[in-house]
C-alpha cells in the first residue's frame, strides 16, 4: 500500500486528501437480497461527502471514521481493471449483471486521474457481462464511447442521483458533487447518445427535500431530460451515518433535531412518513410525460435499479 497524499494545486479538486493507493485481491462483491448478484467498487470512501450517505460505514472496515474521515481518507484499488479481467476470463464466470458504485461513487473526482471505472469498463464490454451503474458526478459523460459500446454487447444502465433541483440545498446536503443542473446535463447527453439511463431520486430526506414541490420538479426534469425511469427511496440512517446526519442537522438545521430524533428511533422513517414519500413520487411520475427513449438494441439488457424502481 502506497498513501499519497495529494498536494494544493490550483484546480485540484481533491487537494490535501489522504489517498492510500491499495492493490485489490478481488474486485467482484456477491451480493445476497438485492437485484443484483454482483457489485464492483473501485474506491474506498468518497469524495463527495453527502450527509446522508449511507456507506459511511464501509469505512469501519478499515478502521477509518466514517463520520469525520469518508471524503478525506479514501482508497483506490489501483489495479481494480486487471484483477477483473482475471475474474472475468474465469471458465464459472455466468455473466451476471454487475453493479457499479454502490458504496462509492465511481465518477468522484480521482476517477479522472485513475480512470478504473472505465477500466472496469471495458473490461466488461470485453468479457460480455451487463451491468448497472450509479453515480452522482457528471464525469460519467467522459465514457460515453465505453458505455455505448457495452450497451451493444451486453446492456447497461446508468443512474443519475439527484435529490433536489435547488442548488443551495444541495450544496448544503452534498457539499462536493456537481450542481443539479449539470447532472440533468449529463443524463441528457447519456439519453442521447442511446444510454439506458435512470434518475435516482435518492434519499429522500423528511422535511427538507420531501416536498411535493421538490419531488415534481426532479421527477419532471429528469424526465425532459430522457430518463426512462425515475426511481426513489427515503432517507436510511444506521449507527455511523446517523452520526453523520444529525451532525449535519445540529450545525445547519437545528429546528429539525427533535422532529428527526422522533421520526427516526431507528433507521428507518416511519410507515406513514416512508409511505407518503411513495404517494407524492407516484402523484409526480402519472403527472410528467414520459420522455420518447430510443435506447441501444442490447442483446442482454441490464434493467435494473437500486432499492425500489418505478
Ligand atoms: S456520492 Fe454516493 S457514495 Fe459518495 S458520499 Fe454521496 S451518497 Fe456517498
Not at 130 to 147: M, W
Not at 190 to 209: D, K, M, N, Q, S
Not at 241 to 257: H, I, K, N, Q, S
Request: with cysteine; proline share 6%.
Amino acid at each position: 500500500m502506497r498513501a499519497v497524499t495529494l498536494l494544493e494545486q490550483a484546480g485540484n479538486p481533491v487537494a490535501g486528501n489522504e489517498v492510500v493507493e491499495a492493490p485489490a485481491k478481488s474486485l467482484l462483491n456477491r451480493v445476497d437480497g438485492m437485484p443484483f448478484a454482483w457489485s464492483i467498487n473501485c474506491y474506498r470512501g468518497c469524495f463527495h461527502q453527502c450527509v446522508f450517505c449511507y456507506a459511511r460505514r464501509t469505512h469501519a472496515y478499515l478502521n477509518i471514521d466514517g463520520v469525520t474521515d469518508w471524503g478525506s481518507k479514501i482508497h483506490v484499488k489501483t489495479n481494480a481493471p486487471s484483477v477483473l479481467r482475471a475474474e472475468l476470463a474465469k471458465r464459472s464466470w455466468r455473466h451476471e449483471t454487475v453493479a457499479i458504485g454502490t458504496v462509492t461513487d465511481p465518477y468522484q473526482p480521482l476517477e479522472g486521474r485513475y480512470k478504473l471505472t472505465r477500466g472496469v469498463l471495458e473490461a466488461l464490454r470485453d468479457y460480455h457481462t451487463p451491468a448497472a451503474l450509479i453515480t452522482r458526478s457528471p464525469l460519467v459523460v467522459r465514457d460515453i464511447d465505453v458505455l455505448q459500446q457495452l450497451a451493444r454487447v451486453a446492456g447497461v444502465s446508468v443512474s443519475v442521483s439527484i435529490a433536489t433541483l435547488d442548488e443551495a440545498l444541495a450544496r448544503e446536503i452534498e457539499p462536493t458533487v456537481a450542481p443539479p443542473r449539470q447532472r440533468l446535463r449529463a443524463v441528457r447527453m447519456l439519453a442521447e447518445a442511446g444510454i439506458t439511463v435512470h434518475v435516482a431520486l435518492a434519499p429522500i430526506l423528511p422535511l427538507i427535500t420531501d416536498s411535493p414541490e421538490n419531488i415534481a420538479a426532479v421527477v419532471r426534469a429528469a424526465r425532459e431530460a430522457g430518463a426512462s425511469k425515475v426511481w426513489h427511496n427515503t432517507l436510511y440512517l444506521h449507527e455511523v451515518t446517523r452520526d453523520a446526519f444529525f451532525g449535519y442537522l445540529r450545525e445547519r438545521r437545528p429546528e429539525l433535531l427533535a422532529e428527526y430524533a422522533s421520526l427516526y428511533r431507528g433507521k428507518y422513517a416511519p410507515a406513514h412518513v416512508a409511505s407518503g414519500v411513495d404517494r407524492r413520487v407516484r402523484e409526480a411520475l402519472r403527472s410528467s410525460p414520459r420522455p420518447h427513449v430510443a435506447p441501444i438494441q442490447t442483446r442482454a439488457p441490464a434493467q435494473i435499479s437500486f432499492f425500489d424502481e418505478r
